[in-house]
């Protein structure tokens, strides 16, 4: 079955950076694009970028451009949402999602990382 | 960025209730629509992808219709696990969703 592994929560200091990983198992992992979406407390959702797995290419929201960076490793399935310059403003849950080319619709979802700001 | 307003914001009705949600597009986005299910402490749940194809899975009292800039989703009669936040997603230029919808037991 299809599954979306995320790394563990996590805290940082401001102006720290956050590496959150998502390992997929279940499917061809080069076959689908990882997005990432965050989701403040209390809040709704905010897409951040996506990578293809397969040609490694990426699409960012304006918002994060200067301060997200996506990679991946195919031989272990896994993709990676780095955010720097962090904030109190980006404590949130950060969720990866996988979605077909063809569709972009979101069918497979991670659990969830929770990133908490804090000094 | 195009903008999806999304009404109501929260909505409390009963079980076996019709309910209608409803989200605007600030631009034409033809049919590129998506919608969600969240539940606390869960990954949201895609229902209705393309404006109107159910999800394989999701029980058929979900529907989603509309196109252009206006789109609902429908759910025809209210279950228990129902009750949670739904939300829509525009796919056509970039992603966005709308602020959500929370639906509460009356």
């Known amino acids: 079955q299809v599954q979306l592994e995320q790394s563990g929560a996590d805290v940082k200091k401001p102006g720290a950076s956050v590496k959150v990983s998502c390992q997929a198992s279940?499917?061809?992992?080069?076959?689908?694009?990882i997005h990432w979406v965050r989701q403040a407390p209390g809040q709704g959702l905010e897409w951040m970028a996506w990578i293809s797995p397969n040609s490694g290419g990426t699409s960012y929201a304006q918002k994060f451009q200067d301060r997200v960076t996506l990679t991946r490793d195919t031989s272990i399935s896994t993709a990676y949402m780095e955010l720097n310059s962090l904030t109190s403003d980006d404590t949130a849950v950060y969720f990866c999602?996988?979605?077909?080319?063809?569709?972009?619709?979101?069918?497979?979802w991670g659990q969830g990382t929770l990133v908490t700001v804090s000094s | 960025d195009i903008q999806m307003t999304q009404s109501p914001s929260s909505l409390s009705a009963s079980v076996g209730d019709r309910v209608t949600i409803t989200c605007r597009a600030s631009a034409d986005i033809v049919r590129y629509v998506n919608w969600y299910q969240q539940k606390p402490g869960e990954a949201p749940k895609v229902l209705i992808y393309a404006a109107s194809t159910l999800q394989s899975g999701v029980p058929s009292r979900f529907s989603g219709s509309g196109s252009g800039t206006d789109f609902t989703l429908t759910i025809s009669s209210l279950q228990p696990e129902d009750f949670a936040t739904y939300f829509c997603?525009?796919?056509?230029?970039?992603?966005?969703f709308g602020q959500g919808t929370k639906l509460v037991i009356k």
């Open positions: 997603q525009q796919t056509y230029r970039t992603y966005t």
């Open positions: 999602a996988r979605a077909a080319a063809s569709t972009w619709y979101f069918d497979f």
């Open positions: 279940g499917y061809t992992f080069t076959g689908y694009y």
